[in-house]
């Protein structure tokens, strides 16, 4: 494969891999589906399409990122705090990143 | 002026983990269970991050107690942000009986040989729920504290804390050298991303003994028993309104 974005399809794959020890569902779970979605476009020579495919798995990478702060986050204060006990500062806050917990398992396959 | 600060890192059963009591009551099950940083730690180094990248903060320094795996919670710690780490090493069977009085001691002493200016520790881990160690490491160091702080700024040559207390907030100010414990909702960690735990593996690491340091870790409390929380009693479903009744009025409730 002689491909500019070889070496970013690579570190992108291995940054996935690396979140994926932490899924909610169990790893085995996220490598295959993972591992499927790369499959499915090995055959992707185009530049441009590349770069699309590239731009999306950067962004599953920083939906992660938000799933995995909201559910420690979420069970912490379900653990800690009193139900009533609702803080509109951090619930402001938070308001921007995406809930993603309702679609956990159908996000990655249309990686 | 820049600051040094000194943040601890507990390594404890991970927080998604279902926690198995052991069959003879005297702990939890952890051979084999994942571990990850304490959350509320997590949020302490966070903040010490910021702190730095605010310029309030030069140098953070991660410090962790127990046994050799505490250098991969460490590892996680400096790859968000700390630059060196002292891993405090204590054998599994001492481990067993630490406790915060022993993490305080350790945490002041350091604080001391590191001229540390602020201390930031988690207001309690979530395996014992202690929430001891700031308390008592400001008391050994004879320093102001800030405990469960949900906000903190620089202020002249202290700093103003907000802290999270029944009902409200209340803000305080502090003078450095300060202890203060990080509340739930005082940042949202970072997460620990695969290049930065490989810069991680680069960075300094230093190991020590609770001998280096003078600390006895001679248990103060014996632990009697450690026991699962009671189960719910089964319901139980009833025809109609007649009977509730009745039962209602059998448990003597009506």
Redesign the interface.
């Given at each position: 494969m002689t491909n500019i974005h070889r070496s970013e399809v690579i570190r992108l794959y291995?940054?996935l891999l690396?979140?994926g020890r932490d899924y909610?569902l169990g790893y085995p779970y996220f490598r295959d589906r993972c591992h499927r979605a790369f499959a499915k476009n090995r055959e992707e020579r185009d530049a441009t399409k590349v770069a699309t495919l590239l731009r999306h798995g950067h962004f599953v990478v920083a939906e992660m990122?938000a799933l995995?702060?909201l559910?420690?986050?979420r069970?912490?204060?379900r653990?800690?705090?009193p139900e009533e006990q609702v803080?509109a500062?951090?619930d402001a806050?938070l308001k921007n990143i995406r809930d993603l917990e309702p679609d956990d398992g159908k996000k990655n396959k249309n990686l | 002026m820049a600051l040094r600060a000194l943040v601890g890192c507990k390594r404890v059963i991970d927080?998604?983990v279902r926690v198995r009591v052991k069959p003879d009551k005297t702990g939890v099950v952890t051979d084999g269970v994942k571990h990850s940083m304490n959350?509320?730690d997590e949020i302490a180094v966070e903040e010490a991050v910021r702190l730095k990248e605010k310029k309030v903060v030069s140098e953070i320094i991660a410090v962790s107690c127990g046994p050799a795996q505490c250098q991969e919670t460490l590892r996680t710690a400096m790859a968000m942000g700390a630059d060196k780490a002292i891993h405090v090493e204590i054998p599994s069977p001492q481990y067993e009986t630490l406790q915060p009085i022993h993490i305080a001691k350790i945490m002041a002493k350091l604080a001391t040989d590191q001229k540390a200016d602020i201390v930031i520790l988690g207001k309690q881990a979530?395996d014992d729920d202690c929430n001891q160690t700031a308390q008592m490491t400001a008391a050994f160091l004879d320093w102001p504290q800030g405990v469960f702080a949900s906000k903190i700024d620089k202020e002249g040559d202290g700093l103003t804390v907000m802290r999270e207390i029944d009902g409200g907030l209340e803000t305080i100010k502090v003078k450095l050298p300060a202890v203060i414990s990080a509340d739930?909702?005082l940042n949202?960690?970072r997460?620990a991303?695969?290049p930065n735990?490989m810069k991680a593996k680069k960075k300094p690491l230093d190991k020590k003994t609770p001998a280096d340091l003078g600390v006895d870790l001679k248990p103060r409390i014996q632990v009697l028993s450690v026991e699962d929380p009671p189960v719910r009693e089964a319901g139980a479903k009833v025809a109609d309104v007649d009977e509730l009744i009745s039962r209602l009025k059998a448990l003597g409730r009506i």
């Open positions: 291995k940054t690396y979140m909610p990122e995995y702060f559910k420690k986050y069970t912490m204060k653990r800690y705090y803080d500062q951090i806050k | 927080y998604a959350p509320f979530i739930l909702r949202e960690p997460y991303t695969l735990i």
